[in-house]
């Protein structure tokens, strides 16, 4: 798979509370090796989840909007300023996380912003709510 060149990447970033719970954070493993097998610098701090927010499965799209409505951050907008940015999250349902990601990163200065997922769900998997 060809990637942009980016000067960093970032893995879509778990709560503090979300990551003690599960011990490790999945697309921070993806990134890690996306950045080993490309020699592009691996950003695991910059980018942060602010809010503990519930898990998006079984949310409609627009549920899943306003779950991730202000839920990311930055630690320091200057890592960020005119950099090129590949965000790496493990599954992509209706690309919500990338994009709350994606703004913050652009509002910190990011020249660009690419993303990456391991998996792509479809429609028919969250056009349901959970019963």
Known sequence: MDLPK?????PVPLHPAKLY???FNQ?????????KNTGMALELHGLIKTRNTPPQ????RSERVKN????FGVTANHI????????VDDVC??????????????????ES??????????????????I
């Open 27 to 35: 697309a921070a493993l993806l990134a890690g090796e996306i950045a």
């Open 21 to 23: 719970q599960r011990q």
């Open 113 to 130: 912003v690419y993303a990456v997922t391991l998996a792509r769900s479809t429609p028919d998997v969250w056009q349901f709510k959970k």
């Open 80 to 87: 960020f300023n005119n950099m090129r940015i590949l965000i």
């Open 6 to 10: 980016t000067d960093f990447v970032v």
């Open 68 to 71: 991730e409505l202000n839920a």
């Open 93 to 110: 349902t209706t690309g919500t996380t990338i994009r709350a990601c994606s703004r913050v990163l652009m509002e910190a200065g990011a």
């Open 57 to 60: 499965v079984g949310l409609r």
